[in-house]
């Protein structure tokens, strides 16, 4: 399974980003080790891995402590050993998508078809909470999550559009 891993950290000057490399990643706290070493003394630390088109996990370390998680999906554990490191531990599904209106992504202006704001088969996991004080807030990142057409790395630029890091994720892509 393919993935991408990009640690965005904010510091005194501002927000930086750097690809992060997890082959040979033995756990939970050996990930966030690599987020750390991003950039030892970040005042927040983010981590988004993107795994084969079809999951997102972000990671937050606030000072380098406290490590946050959320998962698009549960089944990323099911898929692949990194999978089952980053959310196979997350025992709590988030709760509350049927109630999701807020936030719709950006579109290009095309068709309104009817599709479902929410794809029924993800089972999205541990803390959604963890861009709310940074304007992402929990309603808007399962939508993101779960938006029939979004791709992790759709869900991760808008994630960073709307934290202000956009330019530095893209800049990754671009390498």
Sequence with gaps: MSYFAAAVVRD?????AAEVNLRGVTDIEEVADRLRDAEPDADLSLLFVEADDTYLVILRLDEGQDLRVFGSDS???????????LVGDLKTSVTGL???EEARP????GDDEEQPAVDPEADPVGDADLLADLGVSPAKLLALCGHEGMMPADVTAEV???LGCADE????REV
């Design 12 to 16: 005194g000057s501002g927000w930086s």
């Design 75 to 85: 089944a990323y554990a099911e898929e692949s050993r990194l999978g089952a490191l």
């Design 98 to 100: 049927d109630d999701i």
């Design 106 to 109: 950006a579109t290009d202006g």
């Design 160 to 162: 960073c559009q709307a």
């Design 169 to 172: 994720v893209e800049e990754l």
